[in-house]
């Protein structure tokens, strides 16, 4: 693990009077520089420190690169052909500065530097601190930042995330550098013994390795630097290496480089190549920049840091408050919350309070529903109430249409006596008394289940009638009632049937309010003048009921008030008549109206549209 921080410390001596003595490229002269690396073109690492490299240094800067292919090429014959090839090529055109990328490639050049590239000035980069104390004393024109793989932090990292880890599995290949690695990690290892017990999976075919990983249980964590070489000479990258294991690893897998990272590994404490890439790249700057005189000063490593694969963190359940906050996290697509806290904030307040106000409304409309129940059913019984009243009104009328009835049942009763007395054989006459006699009681018994229609208090039908029935169901007591008062009584029909939708016994409460103000209008009037008419009318799209009278008609001040609770002219009038026919009519959908009539007296119409033959309701 990395305890000490980054030290500045002076660039090589011998770099510093380099730069005040070399002879000085003119302004804008291309440069050039070549860069060697230990292994091949396309090794990930290759690449992070090529594009790191390239983002730093100054354009006018020309590289070129060469690849010792380790570990893949190498031998006696490979480098006396490749070192033959390098001396050839770069004879005529050499470089001003050389990088090095890899332990292999930095011991390549200082074996062969004198007769390649004398006196040229060396960057190493990607090599270990352990590796360049084995070169000492480095040259003085030999100068970098060096390096530390961080697999004891790793591995440390790996038991912290997975507290419940009894095992540690290290996976290491068979090339040389693998196994520098193997000697390496079983040297560190022994630092976590008290923790874990450690198995290692060395030199083995992938496959078994893959088998092997693929069964582990879920106390167990994995560690590899991944490997160039597998246990049957097969040949990886260590990325490559790394992606099958995690891949097929049933157990967190961690590893030490950042190149890792986007395989299915965890994560680890690592250094990152397109840094050291950045880092070579300015001392690059530094040797070439003829103005800047003045030696630079160099860390004394690269530093590491916490890696780790947010993909990965979830999959493995590993707590998130175990992760340093300067670690980099990748793959972690942010909430909405982290990428826009200001408009998130800003979003679930306008949402709290559209929703308050929803609710608020809400609870409104129900107190509102709540009330209008409450007038419904006030209207409702006002409704019955005030039949109530006509009933007591129309009582002479409906005494007189009981008592008809009963008043022919008893002299049909007497006759029927005498015929008896007579002693003579009458029996077909006694037949004729005895339907008579049926006939009336049938009469009297349909006047009380009228009169109990009208004032039970029964709940709100609704269904289609026809309004001339409906009509012609009071018209008795009506006319029982006009006869009483002296006056005479017109009822007119419509020709046609006129359904209306509704409740029947409101609408003939509207009825007989409308007749009986017209009979007490016609009071103490000529006999021409007591006449009242009901009608029921039937046009194309209208059906009314309309009463007229001939009475002392309305006085023009008393219009706009005709219709509003308790306005009467009446000694004992309530004032509540018109007004709740008003309702009721309404209610079915239609309206009441005074119509100027052809000359004294009054018209009230009660009128309702009608659409596909009949009315259309507004259901209350
Ligand atoms: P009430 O009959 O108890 O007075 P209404 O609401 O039925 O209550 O009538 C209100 C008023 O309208 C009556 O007092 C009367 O002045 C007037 N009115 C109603 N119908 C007629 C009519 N046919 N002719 C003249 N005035 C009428």
Request: charged share 25%; with cysteine; aromatic share 6%.
């Amino acid at each position: 693990m990395l305890s000490s921080g980054p030290r500045p410390r002076l660039i090589g001596l011998w770099v510093a009077c380099w730069l005040l003595f070399s002879p000085a490229a003119s302004v804008g002269e291309t440069q050039r520089i070549l860069v060697l690396y230990s292994n091949n073109r396309l090794l990930p690492a290759n690449l992070e420190f090529e594009a790191g490299l390239r983002e730093t240094m100054a354009s006018s800067t020309e590289s070129s690169a060469e690849f010792l292919d380790y570990p893949r090429f190498d031998g006696e014959f490979y480098i006396r052909a490749l070192t033959a090839f390098l001396r050839e090529k770069y004879a005529l055109r050499p470089p001003a500065v050389l990088v090095v990328g890899g332990e292999e490639a930095l011991d390549f050049l200082l074996r062969h530097r004198a007769e390649l590239f004398p006196r040229i000035p060396v960057i190493h980069a990607a090599v270990t601190r352990s590796f360049l104390s084995s070169l000492l004393p480095l040259p003085a024109d030999v100068v970098g930042v060096p390096i530390e793989y961080d697999f004891p932090g790793t591995i440390d990292l790996a038991l912290r995330w997975h507290p419940q880890a009894r095992r540690l599995v290290v996976v290491t290949g068979s090339s040389a550098q693998d196994r520098a690695w193997e000697t390496e990690l079983r040297g560190e290892v022994s630092r976590f013994q008290d923790r874990v017990t450690t198995e290692f999976l060395a030199g083995l075919p992938t496959d078994a390795v893959l088998k092997r990983l693929s069964r582990l249980g879920g106390d167990t964590v994995v560690f590899t630097p991944g490997y160039f070489e597998d246990g049957v000479g097969r040949q990886f990258s260590p990325r490559e290496a790394a992606r099958l294991m995690a891949t097929a690893a049933a157990a967190p897998v961690y590893g030490p480089f950042d190149t890792f990272i986007g395989t299915g590994i965890v994560g680890g404490s690592m250094p990152n190549f397109a840094a050291m890439g950045r880092r070579a790249g300015r001392i690059v700057n530094d040797l070439l920049d003829k103005v800047t005189r003045a030696a630079p000063r160099l860390p004394e490593i690269m530093p590491t840091a916490v890696n780790v694969d947010w993909r990965q963190v979830r999959r493995w359940g590993i707590d998130p408050n175990a992760i340093p906050g300067d670690a980099i996290v990748w793959f972690k697509t942010l909430t909405l919350l982290e990428e826009y806290p200001t408009e998130t904030a800003a979003a679930a307040a306008a949402f709290l309070l559209q929703t308050g106000l929803i609710a608020g409304l809400l609870l409104e409309r129900r107190r509102r529903r709540r009330m209008d129940l409450a007038v419904q059913q006030q209207r409702f019984e006002l409704a019955h109430a005030a039949r109530l009243a006509i009933a007591g009104e129309l009582t002479g009328a409906i005494a007189h249409e009981i008592n008809q009835p009963l008043g022919a049942i008893l002299s049909n009763a007497d006759a029927a006596d005498l015929l008896l007395a007579s002693g003579a054989d009458r029996r077909d006459e006694l037949r004729q008394i005895l339907a008579d006699i049926r006939r009336d009681d049938l009469r009297a018994s349909e006047v009380i289940h009228r009169l109990r229609a009208l004032l039970a208090k029964q709940p709100v039908e609704w269904q289609p009638f026809d309004l001339n029935s409906a009509v012609g169901e009071v018209e008795s007591v009506l006319r029982a009632e006009a006869r009483r008062r002296g006056l005479a009584l017109e009822v007119q029909t419509a020709a046609t049937s006129a359904v209306l939708i509704g409740d029947r016994v409101q609408i003939q409460q509207v009825l007989l309010n409308l007749v009986l103000n017209a009979m007490d209008a016609a009071n103490g009037l000529p006999e021409a003048r007591r006449v009242i008419t009901v009608s029921v009318k039937r046009d194309a799209d209208r059906l009314a009921l309309v009463v007229r009278d001939r009475g002392h008609g309305i006085a023009p001040e008393h219009l706009p008030k005709l219709f509003d609770s308790f306005f009467s002219t009446k000694r004992r009038g309530m004032g509540l008549g018109l007004s709740i026919a008003r309702t009721l009519v309404e209610a079915h959908g239609g309206c009441i109206r005074i119509e100027p009539g052809p000359g004294e007296g009054a018209v009230f119409r009660a009128e309702w549209p009608v659409a596909n033959g009949t009315t259309v309701p507004k259901l209350a």
